[in-house]
């Protein structure tokens, strides 16, 4: 049925078009019981590894996936279903999704070097 069709893409362009917006909120699930227990110096320690870290993975799946989501364009490759429909268009919110991911990362560790811990 071509509404359950539509249904799964959508979940793919709410996911990743929302996930820096959750991140700016700070709405991700995190494992801070460790991190609390740290003084400040070792929280803002964990606060820039884990920008790093964040800017890394996203950079890497922001790159691997438009390489894919570009191939996906150029082979003009469809979607079998109800509604064939080019791959890349639902593959697209992913780069997206990912390089915004990069930009709230990035300015979370410029905030994080930045801030003072009293």
């Not at 979940?11 to 078009?17: A, D, K, T």
């Not at 820039?48 to 490759?77: D, F, H, P």
């Amino acid at each position: 049925m071509w509404t359950v069709e539509i249904s799964e893409y959508l979940q793919i362009y709410f996911v990743f078009l929302s996930a820096a917006w959750v991140l700016r909120k700070k709405g991700h699930v995190t494992l801070d019981i460790a991190v609390k227990n740290l003084g400040p110096t070792g929280r803002k320690v964990c606060a820039v590894a884990k920008g790093i870290l964040g800017i890394l993975v996203t950079t890497t799946l922001c790159i691997t996936s438009t390489m894919i989501t570009y191939e996906q364009m150029v082979l003009k490759i469809s979607v079998i279903g109800a509604l064939e429909l080019p791959k890349w268009l639902i593959l697209a919110p992913i780069p997206l999704g990912m390089f915004l991911l990069v930009i709230e990362f990035s300015l979370t560790l410029i905030n994080d070097i930045r801030r003072r811990d009293n």
